[in-house]
T-cell receptor
Framework: NAGVTQTPKFQVLKTGQSMTLQCAQD?????MSWYRQDPGMGLRLIHY???????DQGEVPNGYNVSRSTTEDFPLRLLSAAPSQTSVYFC????????????FGNGTRLTVT | EDKVVQSPLSLVVHEGDTVTLNCSYE??????LLWYKQEKKAPTFLFML????IEKKSGRLSSILDKKELFSILNITATQTGDSAIYLC????????????FGQGTILTVHP
């Protein structure tokens, strides 16, 4: 059982480039989310989805887009990368019902120069 | 806006010591508080607390919630070098499909 799989593990971008961080889960979880982790800031929610076709913004959504065409996949798109988006990105999912723990992927370390 | 504050932000101890990590919160329609341990990669789930005064325990780790005073503590007894990690506290409120709000984390370093 793979759980939550994120690709790539590392990425370096130049300012202005775009890219997509991939996230897939094989647990049939309804809820999926993206967080970024910066030193001293904890994990901050970027976007989340409660099911295929439904997405919403979190705490820090600017500069990022998401879509949810299937239950399994929840890609995060950086439209025009900025140095402020240098961070570690985590995808997480949980079963529906609202009070289940999140399961995290291993993260993508992104550097924007 | 939901808020979670952890203290201390970092802690250095020696093997065998006991540590207490703190988490205070403000959340609308509290549903649960969760503790995670993060080593090199993904945070891994430790405990979920929903009721005041009921201790959750797993080996040398234990946690308790005080819903009146809006805080939780995570205790680790007889610490080992493998306990070195970032410990994250998160709360879930009753809005926005139960999204989690995380604290800044406590960096625990256990020296041999």
């Amino acid at each position: 059982n793979a759980g939550v799989t994120q690709t790539p593990k590392f990425q370096v971008l130049k300012t202005g480039q775009s890219m997509t961080l991939q996230c897939a889960q094989d647990m049939n979880h309804e809820y999926m989310s993206w967080y970024r982790q910066d030193p001293g800031m904890g994990l901050r929610l970027i976007h989340y989805s409660v099911g295929a076709g439904i997405t919403d913004q979190g705490e820090v959504p600017n500069g990022y887009n998401v879509s949810r065409s299937t239950t399994e996949d929840f890609p995060l798109r950086l439209l025009s990368a900025a140095p402020s988006q240098t961070s570690v990105y985590f995808c997480a999912s949980r079963a529906g019902g609202g009070n289940s723990p999140l399961h995290f992927g291993n993260g993508t370390r992104l550097t924007v120069t | 806006e939901d808020k979670v504050v952890q203290s201390p932000l970092s802690l250095v101890v020696h093997e065998g010591d006991t540590v207490t990590l703190n988490c205070s919160y403000e959340v609308t329609n509290f549903r649960s508080l969760l503790w995670y341990k993060q080593e090199k990669k993904a945070p891994t789930f430790l405990f979920m607390l929903t009721s005041s005064g009921i201790e959750k325990k797993s080996g040398r780790l234990s946690s308790i919630l005080d819903k009146k005073e809006l805080f939780s503590i995570l205790n680790i007894t007889a610490t080992q070098t493998g306990d070195s990690a970032i410990y994250l506290c998160a709360v879930r409120g009753g809005t926005s499909y139960g999204k989690l709000t995380f604290g800044q984390g406590t960096i625990l370093t256990v020296h041999p």
